[in-house]
């Protein structure tokens, strides 16, 4: 049976530090972050990404609101040559992965520590849990993330992006990892999706 609603608000500092939100209502799920983002007791990470099928841009959108109150918004994008017309690029594929590295790069660039991260990406989060079970000094291969395994290029890129991820939870001192509901008006959440969409777009426009 699922926890109430009191039960979850009172486990958010005392649980293991992966949690995912998404067996729970929206409506709970909106009250049990946003009273996170009220709070401001950590800094809060939001990431997010899109990306187009037809013309391989991606892009990647950040939202940070430090303890102190003040709020970052960054985002970025890039358009990737495929290597196989049939097969997507590397940012399509990962482009909430590269979402996320970008967020904890900004995080580590701020010097913020104790750090609350909320994706909205199952897969993602999925990958941030195994990255993370693994005894930080046994290197990482693509079987410990899940990855897909199609070329060895693409490999080779998500083992050293997974790599960094890790440094940065540990340098970071990432208090939780929370898995949400995307379009759900979740403070943050939304910042960070409006950022990935304009971070396409751009790399769009100066591509032409």
Partial sequence: MKNSLRQMLEEKTTHSTFYSL?????????????SVYLERKHSLLFTDGSYSSSDYSAG???HLLTKDGARFNFYGGEIEEPIDEEMPTFSQMYFED??????????????????IVFLDAKNT??????????????????????????HE??????????AENREL????????????????NIYGNIEADAM????????LQQAC
């Fill in 22 to 34: 998404q067996d729970y209502s929206e409506e709970e799920i909106v009250k049990i972050s946003n």
């Fill in 60 to 62: 990647y959108g950040i």
């Fill in 98 to 115: 590269i979402a996320l590295n970008n967020g904890l790069k900004e995080c580590a660039r701020l010097g913020l520590k104790g750090v």
């Fill in 125 to 150: 989060y999925k990958r941030f849990i195994r990255a993370m079970k693994l005894n930080k000094l046994i290197p990482l291969e693509l079987d410990h993330i899940g990855g897909r395994s199609e």
């Fill in 153 to 162: 290029e693409y490999i080779n890129k998500l083992t050293l992006l997974w």
């Fill in 169 to 184: 939870y540990y340098q970071l001192s990432v208090q939780k990892v929370y898995l949400i509901r995307g379009h759900a």
């Fill in 196 to 203: 990935a969409t304009k971070g396409r777009l751009q790399a």
